[in-house]
């Protein structure tokens, strides 16, 4: 590029990886938010999901075109739901699609109707740009417990009420031990018996490990299956081939979706090192964004 553009100088930033944030427990109370006006409140409380259904939704067979019927028998069944709740979703997020969802538990209220599309349409921006460091949400379920709305349809309209929606779902993923995952790749390493252990001398140090290893009959090769996590990948294969001598080849695709170890708040974890490295990558406040930044008091 350098010489294609008249030897201009080229800034040339390390490669980055995206994250994705979650909540690793249910809210230990229900959040409230309270609109700009103060005459609307959304009480809202989260949960995990767990990474088997995280993968039917990706996989497509739980999502937003599939019948509400057969989707909440289906939750019932394999994922221990409760079949009422199953049939109430009112969201995936983001983009219709992703593997967070909005899940209406009230008893029959009135004017939800009304608001649904706003609070989902919230519900959608906070899926996308998360408390923690704007990154995308993932395996987070979001139970509207209650809602106390004004009589005049004019003072519950988008504005007072998507904003809201946003902050309660980041409040309520707050209060529910927040974390990240990271990208994990599948690497396929193809190596001769002799320079096995320089692999995983060279795996360990860079948090991977390896599960599966085989003989490829009638030659010294041996087939080693490992998980890598995509943060520290960048130079991994001139690492391996130098350790190796050069007999070592690695093939990685993306696997995964793993947990980071270690509380956002706690001093000295992988993940807040994380959370921070990449606030600043954005440019955003430095530090930890604090539960009450975002929840109200009744």
């Not at 106390?148 to 929606?165: E, F, K, N, S, W």
């Not at 018996?193 to 599966?212: P, S």
Request: charged residues 25%.
């Amino acid at each position: 590029l350098q010489n294609d553009f008249m030897g201009a100088q080229v800034k040339v930033s390390d490669p980055f990886v995206s994250f994705r944030e979650t909540c690793t427990a249910k809210s230990n109370h229900t959040c409230l938010a309270k609109s700009a006006n103060k005459q609307n409140r959304l009480f809202v409380e989260a949960e995990p999901l767990t990474p088997e259904l995280c993968t039917a939704i990706d996989d497509g067979d739980i999502g937003p075109g599939v019948d509400a019927n057969v989707m909440g028998r289906k939750l019932a069944d394999d994922f221990g739901w409760d079949v009422t709740e199953a049939r109430k979703i009112w969201a995936f997020g983001p983009e219709g699609t992703g593997p967070n969802l909005f899940v209406d538990t009230t008893k029959e209220l009135d004017c939800l109707s009304e608001i649904k599309e706003h609070v989902v349409l919230g519900f959608d921006w906070a899926c996308r740009y998360g408390p923690l460091c704007e990154e995308q949400m993932r395996g987070t379920r979001y139970n509207l417990m209650d809602v106390v709305l004004h009589a005049d349809a004019i003072h519950r309209g988008m504005g007072q009420i998507m904003p809201t929606a946003r902050r309660v779902c980041f409040a309520s993923m707050l209060s529910g031990e927040p974390g990240l995952l990271e990208p994990v790749y599948l690497c396929n390493i193809s190596v001769p018996q002799d320079a096995m252990g320089n692999v995983y001398g060279v795996l360990t140090r860079r948090r991977g490990h390896v599960f599966t290893e085989e003989q490829r009959p009638g030659t010294p090769q041996m087939t080693l299956l490992a998980y890598l996590p995509v943060m520290e990948s960048f130079g991994f294969t001139a690492d391996l081939r130098s350790h190796t001598g050069g007999k070592a080849f690695p093939q990685c695709s993306f696997d995964h979706w793993e947990a980071m170890s270690g509380s956002p708040y706690d001093d000295g974890t992988k993940t807040r090192e994380v959370v921070l490295s990449v606030r600043k990558r954005k440019g955003l406040a430095e530090g930890v964004p604090e539960l009450n930044k975002y929840l109200d008091k009744l």
